[in-house]
């Protein structure tokens, strides 16, 4: 086994911070391991061979260096225990290199990136964004400053909770973020990186109930009838939320990504691309109504959402869905509308007036009122088809 202790080397320049570094010695061979710990000697306890506070002390920088020393400590005997279990031979420079490669993988935001690149691989586009706002967020919170997954403790979890409240960010924004992170650590701890502590303990990771928002029929009614014939971009705001509603509530991502090929024998058929389950909607004429209003697409694409083949598809989907998303808010205020009105309101807006028509909760799951989504698909794909077109067909015919 090595030995490892903490070491102070003065500055050779006056009233100047001397630098901390770790002496690993094994096999009677002497190593020094740097860090970037500054202290002046007024900090640092000889006899102790610990950072210490004195009376010109910023006590909060002490204590974290003095925490950051202890995490290395513990990192660097954990290395050590490890090499020697196997029964090989190794260095202290073996010991200084797991070091260094430890701390340039498993820091969070390299470990998160390396995340993010096989989410992506795998195909999981939608899931490797979120996860790339998330760091984006802890990044922005640590002013781009990384740490150590094992030094993540409950006590910064709790300071990004309240970092983020002092913006005026919602909960259920604060908790989506936090329980990526806690899946990050989580799976950090799965793989043997690090040992649990717990840090998210303290801070919520729940999800609360939303307001409703879904709109009745007669407002419905008045954004079908509204004459946006000298605005385009308001008319294809329009029309894309009445599709929408006219779809059953599909999602805006579904429907930007529903190919010509979908639909056939008057049926769409997709796959929820947040769930994978396979649903089938009839294609009625109210909806050939609002797809003859534009040419044909050149793409492979049945809406007029991603025209042109060979650009970035996410890209134009995600520029489209701002675009629709910000006109739709002009168009809440010619209808009278106090909510914020997004192309998910018609998706509500649906599940309301299923129920409207006394359709039974077994079609339609109250107002998409569960606490996941999941739960209402399951509802949804566990009917036979026909059942649910029959109450499209109730719901259309009322507009």
């Given at each position: 086994m090595a030995s490892i202790k903490v070491k102070f080397r003065p500055s050779t320049l006056p009233d100047h911070p001397g630098a901390i570094y770790?002496?690993?010695?094994?096999?009677?061979?002497?190593?020094?391991?740097?860090?970037?710990?500054?202290v002046y000697p007024?900090?640092?306890?000889?006899?102790?061979?610990?950072?210490?506070?004195?009376?010109?002390s910023d006590r909060s920088i002490i204590l974290s260096i003095r925490e950051r020393i202890r995490w290395d400590i513990e990192r660097l005997t954990k290395i050590d225990r490890k090499m020697n279990a196997t029964g090989m031979t190794y260095t202290?420079?073996?010991?200084?290199?797991?070091?260094?490669?430890?701390?340039?993988?498993?820091s969070l935001f390299n470990f998160m990136e390396s995340i993010i690149a096989k989410l992506k691989q795998n195909g999981k586009i939608r899931t490797s964004e979120t996860y790339k706002s998330a760091l984006n967020s802890f990044k922005k919170f640590r002013n781009d400053e990384d740490i150590m997954l094992d030094c993540i403790t409950s006590e910064i979890m709790e300071s990004y909770e309240a970092w983020h409240k002092s913006h005026g960010v919602a909960p259920n924004?604060?908790?989506?973020?936090?329980r990526i992170l806690r899946a990050v650590y989580n799976r950090a701890v799965e793989e043997d990186i690090i040992e649990n502590r717990n840090p998210f303990r303290h801070v919520y990771t729940g999800v609360d109930k939303t307001v409703k928002r879904a709109l009745p029929l007669a407002v419905i009614k008045k954004i079908k009838a509204l004459?946006?014939?000298?605005?385009?971009?308001?008319?294809?705001a329009r029309d894309m939320f009445i599709m929408s509603f006219y779809l059953r509530g599909m999602s805006f991502i579904d429907m930007a990504f529903l190919k010509k090929t979908d639909l056939k024998n008057g049926y769409v058929t997709y796959r929820r691309r947040k769930t994978g389950q396979q649903l089938i909607i009839e294609w009625t004429k109210e909806m050939q109504m609002i797809l003859d209003k534009y040419p044909e697409n050149k793409s492979d694409y049945l809406l007029p959402v991603i025209r042109n083949p060979g650009l970035n598809e996410r890209c134009?989907?995600?520029?489209?869905?701002y675009n629709i998303n910000h006109n739709l808010k002009r168009i809440a205020g010619m209808v009278g509308v106090t909510i914020p009105l997004t192309l998910y309101v018609a998706r509500h807006s649906w599940a309301s007036a299923a129920k409207a028509k006394g359709i039974p909760l077994s079609v339609i799951s109250e107002g998409m009122?569960?606490?996941?989504?999941?739960?209402?698909?399951?509802?949804?794909?566990?009917?036979?088809?026909?059942?649910?077109?029959?109450?499209?067909?109730?719901?259309?015919?009322?507009l």
């Open positions: 770790f002496q690993i010695i094994h096999e009677r061979k002497v190593r020094q391991l740097p860090t970037d710990y500054k007024s900090e640092w306890d000889e006899h102790r061979s610990m950072v210490c506070s004195s009376p010109v202290a420079d073996d010991i200084i290199d797991e070091f260094n490669r430890y701390a340039h993988e498993y924004t604060i908790s989506f973020y936090t004459d946006l014939s000298l605005t385009p971009m308001l008319d294809f134009t989907y995600r520029n489209t869905g009122g569960h606490d996941s989504e999941t739960t209402t698909q399951i509802y949804l794909a566990s009917l036979d088809t026909s059942a649910i077109d029959r109450a499209n067909t109730l719901i259309l015919s009322s």
